[in-house]
């Protein structure tokens, strides 16, 4: 029975779909209560065929749909399903100043004295952000061609609640970027701010003696331990707060809403492929990376990224894989880690392009000027969130708070985030993989003969 049942949803689902299709093109009248009896099994099929695959991301693409049905047949009650997602958003909003903190750190100071891999350090930072900054651009360019966020009507109740903005000058804005207080940044949520002072930290960290040094980077790495494991706590959380903001979404504007969802989706997929074979593979052509042997190492990473939505959780076999096929564990234990706070190419694609998504939804114009300094923003603010799954929301929210963008288009782009989310980790992953043959090229160390040497676990963080 229980290998029947994913048979048994797909089928259910499929003609629920078909029957929804064609009634809604008017091919064929068919009966509203007919409808829904033959869409609601579909769902119950669904969540039976969840219940068997005992998967997280299972239950967050199913409670997507269970939310849609739901805020379609019964937007009564699926406008007061709002607070659940607000929930989910609120716990996911704590995490970001630890987390910034810790993986920063770490990420900086965890490694060696900034002295002995200088070198090694500057060419891996001009990589990173030159790449990450290419990245920026594509994504912002994308949305600004595929629109995918106009037409979008919010509901003026959601607009109304929104505080006024004071205009800024560029000396309010730079001023803004640095901190007075580090307590009242954290509990202001100001991304910026904590990000520089994380890094700050984390170079006067790396400067000191290793006495000092050692028990305050244990309490950094023991600190980014405990955020991910938080973060798994409250992503159990993320079927019913994904569920409540579909039908939330769907209730209050409708299922047009999906149209434009899915042409997030599609807009965020494409540019994240042209990313690949336009930025990254003229890259590895150029440095002559063996292609098919990198394609080979990195198949096993990035799967376990791509169904994990977690760059962290692959983190130890990319490192593992990159040592296979030539590169010093040295640079693989200093690039890697350090790539997953300052390289996050899928990562900061998506928030760039979800950012104008966000004010296209609000029906906000937003000048090329603007647009540019939300972009520069991102670049700060997009570091360090690798390890977490969807930890790119927090940011996001962060940067709308900052450019006085609604929160309530986050909410829609919450329904799809765990697609979204597989490809801009796997990009992340790749990224960094390739970051770490970049280097050692650079380095002149790359071997043309798989190292074999000390055990991997010396490397991993």
């Given at each position: 029975m229980k290998n029947t049942i994913p048979l048994i949803a797909f089928i259910s689902f499929s003609i629920a779909a078909v029957l929804t299709g064609i009634n809604y093109l008017g091919l064929l009248t068919i009966d509203p209560a007919v409808l829904l009896v033959v869409r609601w099994i579909a769902v119950i099929t669904l969540i039976m065929f969840a219940i068997t695959k005992k998967s997280l991301t299972t239950w967050i693409l199913v409670s997507m749909v269970v939310g849609a049905e739901i805020g379609n047949d019964f937007p009564g009650i699926a406008i007061n399903l709002r607070v659940l997602s607000q929930i989910f958003l609120k716990l996911i909003k704590t995490i970001i100043a630890p987390l910034l903190f810790g993986t920063l750190v770490v990420g900086i100071a965890g490694h060696s004295d900034l002295k002995q891999v200088g070198r090694m350090g500057w060419k891996s930072l001009l990589y990173f952000e030159v790449v990450t900054t290419i990245a920026l651009f594509v994504g912002l360019a994308a949305i600004n061609i595929s629109k995918a966020g106009v037409g979008i009507n919010m509901p003026v109740s959601t607009t109304e609640e929104l505080p006024q903005v004071?205009?800024?000058?560029?000396?309010?804005?730079?001023?803004?970027?640095?901190?007075?207080?580090?307590?009242?940044?954290?509990?202001?949520?100001?991304?910026?701010?904590?990000?520089?002072?994380?890094?700050?930290?984390?170079?006067?960290?790396?400067?000191?003696?290793?006495?000092?040094?050692?028990?305050?980077?244990?309490?950094?790495?023991?600190?980014?331990?405990?955020?991910?494991?938080?973060?798994?706590?409250?992503?159990?959380?993320?079927?019913?707060?994904?569920?409540?903001?579909?039908?939330?979404?769907?209730?209050?504007?409708?299922?047009?809403?999906?149209?434009?969802?899915?042409?997030?989706?599609?807009?965020?997929?494409?540019?994240?492929?042209?990313?690949?074979?336009?930025?990254?593979?003229?890259?590895?052509?150029?440095?002559?990376?063996?292609?098919?042997?990198?394609?080979?190492?990195?198949?096993?990473?990035?799967?376990?990224?791509?169904?994990?939505?977690?760059?962290?959780?692959?983190?130890?076999?990319?490192?593992?894989?990159?040592?296979?096929?030539?590169?010093?564990?040295?640079?693989?234990?200093?690039?890697?880690?350090?790539?997953?706070?300052?390289?996050?190419?899928?990562?900061?694609?998506?928030?760039?392009?979800?950012?104008?998504?966000?004010?296209?939804?609000?029906?906000?114009?937003?000048?090329?000027?603007?647009?540019?300094?939300?972009?520069?923003?991102?670049?700060?603010?997009?570091?360090?969130?690798?390890?977490?799954?969807r930890a790119s929301l927090v940011i996001l929210l962060g940067t709308a708070a900052s450019f006085g963008l609604p929160v309530e288009p986050i909410f829609i782009i919450l329904g799809i985030d765990e697609l979204m989310d597989m490809a801009r980790t796997s990009v992340n992953v790749i990224g960094n993989c390739l970051a770490t043959v970049v280097v050692a090229k650079w380095e002149g160390e790359f071997a043309k003969e798989p190292i074999q040497s000390e055990s991997i676990r010396e490397v991993e963080v």
């Open positions: 004071a205009k800024q000058s560029t000396t309010d804005i730079l001023l803004h970027i640095f901190p007075e207080n580090i307590a009242k940044s954290v509990a202001e949520g100001e991304v910026l701010q904590i990000v520089v002072f994380s890094v700050l930290f984390g170079v006067a960290l790396a400067m000191i003696s290793e006495k000092h040094r050692a028990p305050v980077l244990r309490f950094a790495e023991g600190l980014s331990e405990v955020m991910f494991k938080f973060t798994n706590i409250i992503m159990y959380f993320a079927p019913v707060g994904v569920g409540a903001a579909i039908a939330y979404t769907v209730g209050h504007m409708g299922l047009g809403i999906l149209v434009n969802l899915f042409h997030l989706l599609a807009t965020l997929y494409v540019a994240l492929l042209f990313f690949l074979l336009c930025v990254l593979l003229p890259i590895a052509l150029l440095i002559r990376v063996p292609i098919k042997q990198f394609i080979q190492a990195i198949a096993e990473p990035v799967s376990i990224a791509f169904a994990t939505t977690s760059s962290e959780a692959a983190l130890p076999r990319a490192m593992e894989a990159m040592v296979r096929i030539g590169v010093p564990q040295k640079i693989v234990a200093f690039v890697m880690p350090t790539g997953y706070s300052f390289n996050l190419d899928g990562t900061t694609l998506y928030l760039s392009l979800a950012s104008v998504f966000v004010a296209q939804a609000a029906g906000i114009e937003l000048s090329f000027g603007q647009q540019l300094l939300m972009v520069f923003t991102l670049m700060l603010t997009s570091k360090g969130v690798a390890g977490v799954p």
